[in-house]
Structure formats: C-alpha cells, structure tokens
C-alpha cells in the first residue's frame, strides 16, 4: 500500500470514527430529549384534564391561557419567529447554507409541551422530530468533516426521537427515510442505526411500557373486505385532516393581529372541548378510554352521534389549534382519528350486519392507516403503531391497508401538509 493511499485510508478510518461518536451522542440527546418530552407532557395533561373534569370553567381559561404564554414566548425569547413545524427541517436539509438553529430546541420543547398540557388539540410528536433533528444539525455545524453529512445527522436525531415516543427503532429509521431523507446512503444506514440503538437502549434501561395495553389475539380472513373498507375510509378522512389544516391554516394567515388568532383559536378550542372532551390534548386518554372495553362496547344513537361528532372535529380543532400559535402537527390526530374510525366501522358492523368483528383490531389497524395517508409514510406507520402496541399479530392487514389509506388519499388529493406549499396550486 502506497504512502497516498494509506493517509487516505486512515483518515477515513477517522471520519468513521467521529461519525460513530457523533451518531451516539445524538442518539442519546434526542432519546433522552423524547423521554423527557413525553413524560412531563403525559403528567401535566393527566393533572390538567382532571381539573377541566371538575371545573368546567378550565375549558376556558386553559386554551387562551396556553395559547397566550406560546405568543409572548415567541415574542421575547424565540427571536420572534413562528414555528413552521417539520417543514423547517426540509428546509434546512434542501440547502447547504441554512441550518437549523439552537433555540429551536428549547422552542419546540416548551410549545409542545405548553399547547398539549393546555388542551390543545394536537400531539408532541412533531416537536419533538423539530428539537431533534436541531439536535443533529447543531452537531453536524461542529466540525467540517460532518458537513456533507448534514441530512444524515439530522435523520438520526428525528429516528431516535421517533424511537424514543414511540418505542420503535425500525419506525424511526423508516420515518427518517420515508418522509426526510428519501435516500440511503452509507452514513444514513451507520448514523442511523447507531442513534435508534442508543435510543433503544436507553428506552430499555427506564422500562418504558407500550403506549397502549392491548390484547390481540387474531384476526380472521373474512375480515380482509371490511379491512378495505376501512383503508378507503381512513385515506378520505386523512385527506379531510389535510385540507382542514391547510385551510385554516390559510385563513388565520390573513388575521394580522396575532391575539386576534388567539381569542378565535381558545373560543372555538373551549366550545368544542367542553362537548367532547375527548379532544382535549393528543386524545391518547380517550383511546386508552375505549381500546380495553372496545368488544363489550354497544352502538346507541348517542354513542354513534359522539363517535361522528369528534371524527367532524377533530380535523377542525387540531387545524385551529396550530393556526392559531400552537406547536404540534397530524401524527396524534391521525392515530386518534384512525383509532374512532375503527371503532365506528367495527361497531356499525356488528350492529347492523352481524359480522362479529373484533373492535380492537379495527381501531389499531385505523390507527396505522390514518397515519399511513396523512404523512404518506406506509412503512412508517405499520412498524409505529406495532410498536405502540408491543404487538405484531395485525402486521399483514396493517401492511395491506396502510397501502390502500396512501394511495387512496393520494388519488384525492397529492399532497400532505409537510408537502404542500401554495406555489403548487394556483
């Protein structure tokens, strides 16, 4: 081996060394910045609901409260710019010039955190994937030999965030794949890899629990019709979220006067809470109502009219929570409107047709195919919602009807809300 090729050699062997170190450390920042995230957000909700619960006066007070705190933070401690939520991470990986900044950490962290606990309709989830791809486009600005790998380091800290929320390191990397990078290269398979394993592993030290309790125990071929049913249902009502959110979102852009935004967004936020309060925060406590007693649960009129009901508003709400200031995006109102959707079908079966579904199957599998066609992320959605669950057993009619939710809602309408912009339609 000659001199040249030797040096070029070693300082290969260098990189990949300072990539596997720099690979760990985002892994565990942003594991450890999605723990975190998730759990104090999980114990102000729950201490916050309970108090709108006994006093109905909180459903006011809450969402202009939150809202209001969110604004004068923006103002005076977040250089007075808006959040653009995971569309700012496209742009920093489209161009070799714009980075994301670190204020955007602790920005995405607290709106989060403030707009859930508060009652807004939406989840953590995208502040979370925003805060940790910072994480990784802080550290590729660090040192020269990370430049060219910027896309890849701000892949591994969304895919450890994703892991980290969601229990599953296979959904994180096909997120960070699927929706952000769209390529595989070298670097994305070693930095990737290396982050969702420190997130793993870190999730397996804390004992982290599966979202969701669940007890699923087959599924029958008879139900592959109603399982299409459903995918074709699911990519209607994720095209429906969609264009809620880029509505108002459209709308609210034209009020000037951002406290105006504020009062329009907490009355409609408080008006709807307070009818269904299952809307109130990321609605992971109305599942969890409803997923354990799905099977003993009878179709009324009353119950039927709820289920429609919160299907109707939850686009809305979630679109006039971000619109009006709150931090958030669709993963939780997709696996919360995935989760009714199923429930509402697989009820409406067994009422009326006497099929003898089982609910439960239904509502994991809505989940995963609402999230599949709002984001357009098939894979993405299969391994994350198994991974809530800690639960394989519906992977193949997950994997079938995710495919139908995508492609249905892509022939509606082909855009998500991290894909549209207003130059594509005039």
Not at 255 to 263: A, G, N, P, R, S
Not at 333 to 360: D, E, K, R, Y
Request: charge should be positive; include cysteine.
């Amino acid at each position: 081996m000659n001199k040249t090729a030797k040096i070029k050699k070693n300082h290969q062997f260098i990189v990949f060394q300072k990539l596997v170190i720099v690979s760990v450390l985002i892994g565990f920042l942003s594991a450890f910045l999605g723990i975190s995230l998730k759990k104090i957000t999980e114990y102000y909700e729950e201490i916050f609901f309970h108090e709108v619960s006994v006093n109905p006066i909180f459903y006011i007070i809450f969402p202009v409260f939150g809202l209001s705190v969110i604004y004068f933070l923006r103002q005076y401690l977040f250089n007075k710019k808006e959040n653009k939520g995971i569309k700012e991470v496209f742009e920093s990986t489209k161009s070799t010039s714009k980075n994301l900044p670190s204020y955007k950490i602790p920005s995405h962290f607290i709106n989060g955190l403030l707009t859930v606990a508060f009652g807004g309709s939406t989840g953590i989830e995208v502040s979370t994937v925003v805060a940790t791809a910072t994480i990784g486009s802080v550290a590729q600005q660090k040192e020269n030999v990370f430049r060219k790998y910027k896309t890849e380091l701000i892949c591994a800290g969304v895919a450890a965030g994703v892991t980290a929320l969601f229990s599953s390191p296979i959904a994180g990397i096909l997120f960070a794949l699927e929706v952000i990078s769209r390529k595989v290269t070298r670097a994305f398979v070693i930095s990737n890899i290396i982050a969702v394993s420190v997130a793993f592993g870190l999730l397996t030290i804390l004992k982290e629990e599966p979202l969701f309790a669940v007890s699923i125990t087959t599924w029958h071929l008879k139900a592959i019709p109603y399982f299409i049913l459903l995918g074709i249902l699911a990519g209607i009502n994720s095209v429906y979220l969609t264009r809620c959110v880029l509505f108002f979102k459209s709308q609210f852009g034209r009020i000037d006067t951002h406290y105006y935004k504020i009062l329009i967004g907490s009355v409609v936020l408080s008006v709807s809470l307070f009818i269904f309060p299952q809307l109130y925060g990321e609605g992971y406590h109305a599942i969890k109502g409803i997923v354990g007693n799905s099977a003993e649960i009878t179709l009324t009129l009353t119950l039927a009219f709820t289920f429609v009901g919160v299907l109707l508003l939850k686009p809305i709400v979630t679109s006039i929570t971000l619109a009006s200031g709150g931090d958030g995006g669709v993963f939780a109102p997709s696996l919360f409107i995935g989760a009714f959707l199923g429930l509402l079908l697989a009820s409406i079966l067994n009422t009326f047709f006497q099929v003898h579904v089982l609910p439960v199957n239904f509502m994991i599998i809505g989940m995963a195919a609402v999230l599949s066609a709002s984001i357009h992320a098939p894979f993405t959605a299969i391994f994350l919602v198994c991974g809530l669950t800690n639960d394989y057993t519906l992977f193949l009619p997950i994997m079938v009807v995710c495919l139908i939710s995508k492609y249905t809602a892509k022939m509606i309408y082909p855009y998500t809300v991290y894909s549209y912009t207003p130059s594509l339609i005039k």
